[in-house]
């Protein structure tokens, strides 16, 4: 009898296919606002790459606290992602300072 009830259930199916993390949020606050909340959820909770070991082991914490769990290093990042676009600007600047420096 149990392997019958089994065989006879539809198999689960994906209930967002679009809205993927957002579904929490049902038809609420528009489409618009639910895909910018989208983008940033997925890259707060996503794993990032480590340039001090190597892996993809970092993680979120708290705001702008990003540790990497195999190494145990913790880094000071954005908000919701590990570099942004000020912080990229300024690490091309300073390495460009330093080749300078080193002429």
Do not use: D
């Amino acid at each position: 009898m149990g392997e019958l009830s089994c065989a006879l259930l539809p198999t689960m199916t994906k209930r967002t296919v679009k809205v993927g993390i957002t579904g929490r949020y049902g038809t609420r606050y528009g489409a618009n606002l639910r895909k910018r909340v989208k983008k940033i959820l997925i890259s707060k909770t996503a794993k990032h790459f480590c340039h001090f070991c190597g892996k993809f082991r970092v993680k979120r914490q708290a705001v702008g606290i990003w540790e990497c769990k195999h190494c145990k290093r913790q880094i000071a990042g954005g908000a919701w992602t590990l570099s942004t676009s000020n912080s990229t600007t300024v690490r091309s600047t300073i390495r460009r300072l330093r080749e300078l420096q080193e002429l």
